[in-house]
């Protein structure tokens, strides 16, 4: 026995003299207390062990959700884990679902306008890339930031219902755009809205590059920076903000941009255990009036310098409605055309990307140079 205490002593010292240099005592502090414990080396054993069950028994998250920070991106990704605990007990367990914050370069770099910096592709990127990697097991996006190409070796097999794909019209002073006086300044970043607004109403003037999140927008709106802004009003629903809205605007006055209001959810090629998940979550309605509007971008090659709208929804029949719209940058040429079909994959990729070769042809060279 008193081997073993030897033994305990001598494993226990080199702590002791570690600790002692990097806290060294007053020299007239007295000794350090573990030096005046008697030498109970059972019970430090047993500790010890406690300690290293417990680590071990820690919860590993069954999913890892990956997200943007932005107030409205972690209130879709609470979204996303609410649907997954309500399609699947085993997600319910306490731990089982942990939400991992990717802070992407769009985020990063509110500078400068998108189109400068990468376009779209810089709000999902880095959350992509920590997909491929294993550091997240699924992604969480708002479907009109993602690129009409996916990352090999990943998949987005599934949206969740889709919000109200209007804009809302923001404004301390006016209820709605008309009432605005000629020379007002609105805030946008988006070249969508710039386009449709100056075509409506040429005597307003659009700051550009009115970017950052909902909240911050707001802000720069109270601050008088602008006298009223434009944003999607499925953002401000899923933040519970609607109270800030003066009006919405009529999808004929503003078509929205494509996939707006959707979320999507991406997982790696292969991984079955996600894809399963998620499956349970998809609504297909919204899923396939998604892949309509992304084939309709796709065929334009549509880029943050490129004024594209488009929306597909189900019409009173069960039929697939199909507007899609293309301008220059200035307003002052816009271009339109619509589709109808039916409901069902195959039919409404076509009527996407016959819409987008109509347009194209439309169009001609040099129409998004203004």
Do not use: W
């Not at 802000?219 to 944003?231: C, R, W, Y």
């Amino acid at each position: 026995m008193e081997t073993l205490n030897q033994t305990l002593t001598t494993f226990r010292s080199p702590s002791v003299v570690s600790a002692n240099r990097l806290n060294p005592p007053c020299l007239h502090s007295p000794p350090p207390v573990l030096r005046q414990r008697p030498r109970n080396h059972t019970f430090f054993i047993k500790a010890s062990v406690s300690a290293v069950e417990q680590q071990s028994q820690k919860k590993v998250a069954l999913i890892r959700i990956g997200t943007r920070g932005s107030p409205l991106a972690l209130a879709q990704a609470y979204e996303t884990r609410d649907k997954l605990i309500a399609s699947s007990s085993e997600l319910a367990e306490e731990g089982a679902i942990e939400i991992v914050v990717i802070k992407t370069t769009g985020d990063k770099i509110l500078s400068q306008p998108l189109a400068d910096i990468g376009g779209k592709g810089l709000f999902t990127k880095e959350i992509d890339e920590a997909l491929l990697n294993s550091e997240i097991d699924i992604a969480v996006h708002s479907m009109k930031d993602v690129p009409t190409y996916l990352p090999e070796k990943t998949i987005l097999p599934c949206n969740l219902p889709r919000e109200d794909v209007r804009d809302a019209f923001i404004s301390l002073n006016a209820t709605s755009l008309a009432d605005l006086p000629a020379g007002s300044v609105v805030g946008t970043a988006s070249l969508r809205r710039k386009s449709q607004l100056l075509h409506r109403y040429p005597s307003l003037s659009v700051l550009e590059n009115f970017r950052g999140n909902v909240q911050t927008r707001l802000k720069k709106l109270n601050d008088g920076v602008v006298v009223a802004t434009l944003l999607a009003l499925a953002g401000l629903k899923r933040l519970n903000m609607t109270e800030h809205v003066s009006s919405i605007l009529p999808i004929n006055d503003m078509l929205p941009a494509v996939a707006q209001g959707a979320i999507g959810i991406a997982c790696r090629e292969g991984d079955d255990k996600m894809a399963n998940y998620i499956a349970k979550l998809n609504h297909e309605e919204t899923r396939l009036a998604v892949a309509c509007e992304r084939a309709f971008l796709l065929t334009l090659d549509g880029s943050c310098r490129t004024p594209i709208a488009g929306y597909a929804c189900k019409d009173e029949d069960g039929n697939c409605l199909f507007r899609g719209l293309v301008a220059s940058p200035d307003g002052t040429k816009v271009l339109e055309t619509s589709r109808k079909g039916s409901y069902a994959y195959e039919d409404m990729i076509l009527m996407g990307k016959d819409a987008g070769e109509e347009l194209l042809s439309r169009a001609g060279p040099g129409f998004f140079d203004s």
